[in-house]
């Protein structure tokens, strides 16, 4: 802990001081410094001259019920202890690397005018990437909105300590005790859902904001313009009900082939918002841009962008790839390794066949996991000791077999299956699907792990 400039006895006496303040019940200290600083920590402890002797010592049994902070320098490799301690249920892990979140946050941060509003979508478990730690790290770097799908995730988000304001996309009658219970802010998108949402605010006789959707031309959701000037009167007749925003969803912003139609559906936004706050007698926050927007059209930032796959590493326009961090890598490993003769196959409908003597691996990672089956039969190539290795036959359920013939892989060694190589981008192409899928689709069940560098 150089960077503190601190003197070493001072240094250690006042973290012995915030352990026992804090109520940490354990220490485990690791490296010299440590060890003979010892007499200054004042709650219970070991030491160790280096993580190797920690590790050799070490028993999973000698942590139950307990919430274990790693913390250290690099060098001390303490991702060891890490892997040692983690519940080892699935060969599958994701692991969110929260430094590149930051990164591409503040990426998107510096194409905005001083002012412009960043409201961030965490829907769909943060695609794919654990929407409590995701909307956490959100909320300690300031953004202004969470956007989720359905309430449940809201909820979620509230159990877990998010306070930042939440708009919820999808709301529905059963849901509308829970938007109130916990504090959620619904999109409203057509007549039956404000009439139904205006009966139970008058009902129970509760004030709440409300996100009003504009449909411009993407033809999904969303009040036309037909459609005004009943809407502000159903609003005007009302004083329980504040409108905090207005937006709309552009179709083609991340093409350039399109970009006649998003100026067209940007002008009508204007327009119709402009009507709205004039019969409406006050102002609320226009939003339009989502991810491709925000880089293609910055001129129409308005009060309020929304921020989605670009905070999770992909550039949806394609045009500054290279300025965001790939956030998720998914990693598995490999089970098993047979020796496999030219001539026999592989796999369900044996659809893998030999054309070669072949060593192939089988690996845990299957389709349940969110690995697609289209990767079947040499369309999906994964990483092994940094080589790209084709899937053998068929993507089965919980697993797939990888031709490793050019490799000295060994059982149970690390299988990159997306990352920094292969991309989600590279992945995607394959399929002829986008990024979005790839990434969405990872199980519940494969364990996320978050780390910062």
Known sequence: MLETGRDERSLYAAIGDLLLSKGVKKLIGIGSTFSRNADLIKIESTFYPNTASF???MQS???????????????FKFEEIVKKLQQKVHGTVFEVNLDSLSSNLNFYRSRLDHGTRIMVMVKAFAYGSGSYEVANLLQFHRVDYLAVAYADEGVALREHGVSLPVMVMNPSFSTFDKLFQYNLEPEIYSFKILREYLDFIKANDISSKIHLKLDTGMRRLGFEEKDLKDLVELLKNTTNIRVASVFTHLAGA????HDDFTQSQIRKFKSFTEHLKNDLGYDFLRHALNSAGIIRFPEAQMDMVRLGIGLYGIEAGGLLQDQLQPVGTLKTIISQIKEIKKGETVGYGRKGVAERDLRIGTIAIGYADGYDRRFSNGKGKVLVQDKLCPVIGNVCMDMCMIDITDTNAREGDEVIVFGRKPSLNDLSQVIGTIPYEILTSVGQRVKRVFYSE
Request: proline fraction near 0%; glycine fraction near 10%.
């Open 254 to 257: 991340d093409e350039g082939v």
């Open 55 to 57: 590790l050799s010592d």
């Open 61 to 75: 049994t000698d942590f139950s019920e307990e919430i274990v902070l790693v913390k250290g320098a690099r060098v």
